[in-house]
C-alpha cells in the first residue's frame, strides 16, 4: 500500500503545497498520552520518508509564507510544524531531522519551558532555554505559541496582546533573533487573536482541525496525531479526512466504534470477574 500512498502525494504536489502539524515525536504509551499528541519515531520517519520521496520541498514555515506571497503557496512545498515544545523535540526529532537534513519549525509556548507537561504522564515536560537554543542553532525555525497557552478565540484585545506579544518578546530575547510566526493554541483564534499577531509585526500564523486557509495569518493545517497511519496521513494532506469525520456517517461510525469498545471492555471485565 506504501506505493498507493507515494503515488497519491505525488499527485497532490503537483497540485499544492501542505502545512503539516504535529505535537511530540516519541514512543509513548497510550495510556501516558490520553490526547494522542504523540506520533511514534517510526510513524513520523515513515511520514517524512513519504514527502520525501513523492518530492516536496521541505521548509520552515516562516519560508513557506515568504514564498506564498499573500496567497496560496506555490505547489510542492511542505512544512513540518509542532506545537508546545515538549521535550521529545529535542530529544527524538532533532535528530530525525538532522538524518534527513530537513528543516521544521517549533511552536513555544513560552510559560511552559522547563515546567512539568500536565498533561501527560510519566515525567514528560517541556524544552528547557538550553534545549531551545540547540534546535535554535541547528536551524529549526523557532516560533511563537502564546504566553499561557489560552484559547484566543473569544480573548479580549489586551490578552491577545498578552499572549502574543509576550511569547514573541520572550523568544526573541532568548535567541536573539526575530520571531516570524505564531501557532494559535488549540487552533483556534478570533478576530481580536488575529489583529494582536498582526501588530506583533508576525509575517504568518497557523491554525488546524479544519479551520484556516491560505490566508497568511490563518494558515491552514493538517494536524496529525498518534493515531494516524498513512491512510489517514494522506487523507488529511489532501483535505478529505476532516469533511468525512465530520459528516453523517463518520459521526455514526465513531459512535458503533465506541460502542463496540465499551461492550469489548465489559466483556474482558465480566471474563476476569
Given at each position: 500500500m506504501t506505493a498507493a500512498w507515494r503515488r497519491a502525494l505525488?499527485?497532490?504536489?503537483?497540485?499544492?503545497?501542505?502545512?503539516?502539524?504535529?505535537?511530540?515525536?516519541?514512543?509513548?504509551?497510550?495510556?501516558?498520552?490520553?490526547?494522542?499528541l504523540c506520533v511514534s519515531p517510526a510513524r513520523f520517519r515513515a511520514q517524512l520518508g513519504l514527502l520525501m520521496d513523492a518530492g516536496f520541498e521541505l521548509v520552515t514555515v516562516a519560508e513557506l509564507a515568504e514564498r506564498a506571497a499573500g496567497g496560496p503557496p506555490p505547489p510542492g512545498l511542505a512544512t513540518l510544524s509542532f506545537d508546545d515544545g515538549l521535550e521529545d523535540n529535542h530529544r527524538v526529532l532533532l535528530p530525525i531531522l538532522r538524518a534527513a537534513g530537513v528543516p521544521a519549525t517549533v511552536y513555544v509556548t513560552t510559560s511552559f519551558i522547563g515546567r512539568p507537561n500536565p498533561w501527560r504522564r510519566g515525567g514528560a515536560r517541556y524544552m528547557t532555554e538550553e534545549e531551545l537554543l540547540a534546535l535554535h542553532a541547528a536551524g529549526i525555525e523557532i516560533g511563537a505559541h502564546s504566553v499561557t497557552h489560552r484559547d484566543l478565540s473569544a480573548a479580549s484585545k489586551e490578552i491577545c496582546e498578552r499572549e502574543v506579544a509576550g511569547s514573541v518578546t520572550a523568544l526573541e530575547r532568548l535567541t536573539g533573533t526575530p520571531v516570524r510566526t505564531f501557532a494559535y493554541p488549540y487552533c483556534s483564534y478570533g478576530e481580536a487573536a488575529v489583529a494582536a499577531v498582526r501588530r506583533a509585526g508576525l509575517i504568518a500564523a497557523v491554525t488546524c482541525e479544519g479551520r484556516g486557509d491560505w490566508s497568511p495569518l490563518t494558515m491552514k493545517r493538517a494536524l496529525i496525531t498518534g493515531r494516524d497511519g498513512l491512510a489517514s496521513f494522506v487523507a488529511k494532506l489532501w483535505d478529505v479526512y476532516q469533511p468525512a469525520f465530520e459528516s453523517g456517517p463518520g459521526r455514526a461510525a465513531r459512535s458503533m466504534s465506541r460502542i463496540a469498545r465499551v461492550r469489548a471492555r465489559n466483556a474482558r471485565e465480566a471474563r476476569h470477574g
Open positions: 505525488r499527485a497532490l504536489r503537483r497540485r499544492r503545497s501542505v502545512n503539516v502539524g504535529y505535537h511530540g515525536v516519541d514512543d509513548v504509551p497510550p495510556a501516558s498520552d490520553p490526547e494522542n
